[in-house]
């Protein structure tokens, strides 16, 4: 028998994606936040919201058990979304590999951004392209940081979502 045969169908596949990103979510919230008490940078929050787009996509792709054409069109939403949130992650891993001269200067934090009505240009900024904060390392695992394994992660779900598009005829 086929190794393709013996994998989960395409349906299945969707809410293995949706539950793996609720598990990144609760691990991010429930783990990094509330027990290690680590403040999300701009960054941070900005790949929890593609996280959340590829979980959703997923999801949606699962209720709604579209015929082929359906099918493809969520593996390239969920692809896009992955990979979304693969570059922004892929971002802070490069800030955090900059020398410290060449770290960004901090600014304030997104709470203070918004409550202060700063324009949506200059969050959006900080959400997409960072700051300072950004580059500091406040947790490793097998020598990668919290962007590191969220890259890895976004990147396997890229993957699984491009294997979805190339297995639907």
């Known amino acids: 028998m086929p190794l393709i045969e013996k994998l989960p169908g395409v349906r299945i596949t969707n809410l293995l994606i ?8 609760l691990v991010a919230v429930l783990y990094f936040q509330m027990m290690l008490h680590l403040i999300p940078c701009p960054l941070c929050v900005s790949q929890r919201g593609f996280v959340i787009a590829t979980g959703l996509i997923a999801l949606a792709a699962f209720i709604h058990n579209p015929g082929a054409t359906g099918t493809k069109i969520y593996a390239a939403l969920t ?13 802070q891993v490069w800030l955090q590999s900059l020398p410290e001269d060449q770290i ?3 600014g304030p934090t997104l ?9 949506l240009q200059e969050i959006l900024g900080a959400m997409f392209f960072g700051e300072g904060s950004c580059a500091e390392i406040k947790w490793m695992f097998l020598g990668l940081s919290i962007p590191g394994w969220t890259l890895v992660a976004f990147l396997f779900l890229a993957a699984v979502g491009v294997f979805q598009f190339s297995r639907t005829k």
Request: charged share 5%; hydrophobic share 65%.
């Open 18 to 25: 949706a539950a793996f990103t609720l598990l990144m979510m």
């Open 111 to 119: 709470d203070w951004m918004f409550q202060a009505n700063f324009p």
């Open 104 to 106: 960004p200067a901090c």
């Open 79 to 91: 692809t896009l979304a992955a990979l979304g949130g693969a570059a922004i992650a892929g971002r």
